[in-house]
């Protein structure tokens, strides 16, 4: 099992930027990816960004692209979620995750609690 850690949330204005850090105990060299989902209330859970662990091959969701940068720093075991150019419609809480999958939230089976995000207009 691999125990996570997310911070770096908070309260920005649109436009602006924010980076959420994500820290990795256990048994992290177990994982093939680690995944940044996000979640509002009553809302399914929808996925922001993946990188492999290994390779470093990064995947992203349409609405993030060319806005959120995945990256990770295998000897730190954290991965960062850049995210620029923020609006009110990225507002959530925004959860790290490990596991084999890349996209789909049930391939990831250690989550961390959450750190919230919020984009004043």
């Known amino acids: 099992q691999v125990q996570l850690v997310e911070s770096g949330g908070g309260l920005v204005q649109a436009g602006g930027s924010l980076r959420l850090s994500c820290a990795a105990s256990?048994?992290?060299?177990?994982?093939?990816?680690m995944g940044w989902f996000r979640q509002a209330p009553g809302k399914e859970r929808e996925f922001v960004a993946t990188?492999?662990?290994?390779?470093?091959?990064?995947y992203y969701a349409e609405s993030v692209k060319g806005r959120f940068t995945n990256s990770r720093d295998n000897a730190k075991n954290t991965v960062y979620l850049q995210m620029n150019n923020l609006r009110p419609e990225d507002t959530d809480v925004y959860y790290c995750?490990?596991?084999?999958?890349?996209?789909?939230?049930?391939?990831?089976?250690?989550w961390g609690q959450g750190t919230p995000v919020t984009v004043s207009s």
């Open positions: 256990g048994r992290t060299g177990s994982s093939y990816a």
């Open positions: 990188i492999t662990t290994n390779w470093g091959i990064r």
């Open positions: 995750a490990a596991g084999e999958g890349l996209v789909s939230d049930s391939d990831f089976d250690s």
